[in-house]
């Protein structure tokens, strides 16, 4: 059973063409079941389709949740890299100057004249 919305041009079913927010599509839901009660129509798909919005809203609400979620973790997790990466970066430097500064002899100049023997 198709679900027919009124429009301005009479009644069609709805396409997934269709763009309104879920809010939107529950306001217009009602207004079709306040105005099928007033008819004496049935009501049962009115009340399936906000039941089903209802959960569509809910899932969306929860998949938004988890992916904010994922989107902290993902931060967090690159900014420990970064840290990982620079605290690595460091020791490389210090390994790197410490074994140049080993490597490189002190010249006759900077040495103290050696204690002057007697004869």
């Avoid at 209802?54 to 967090?76: F, G, N, P, Y």
């Avoid at 390994?95 to 490597?103: D, E, H, L, P, T």
């Amino acid at each position: 059973m198709t679900l027919q919305l009124p429009t301005h041009n009479g009644t069609h079913p709805q396409k997934p063409t269709d763009s309104f927010t879920i809010p939107q599509q529950k306001e217009r839901l009602e207004n079709l079941l306040y105005q099928k009660v007033q008819q004496g129509e049935d009501i049962s798909p009115c009340i399936e389709a906000l039941y089903y919005l209802a959960s569509k809203q809910t899932t969306q609400d929860q998949l938004q949740v988890m992916w904010a979620e994922v989107i902290k973790e993902r931060s967090a997790f690159n900014s420990l890299q970064r840290v990982i990466i620079t605290a690595f970066a460091i020791l490389g430097m210090i390994a790197f100057f410490n074994g140049a500064f080993r490597s490189v002899k002190p010249s006759a100049a900077t040495n103290p004249p050696a204690a002057v023997q007697p004869h």
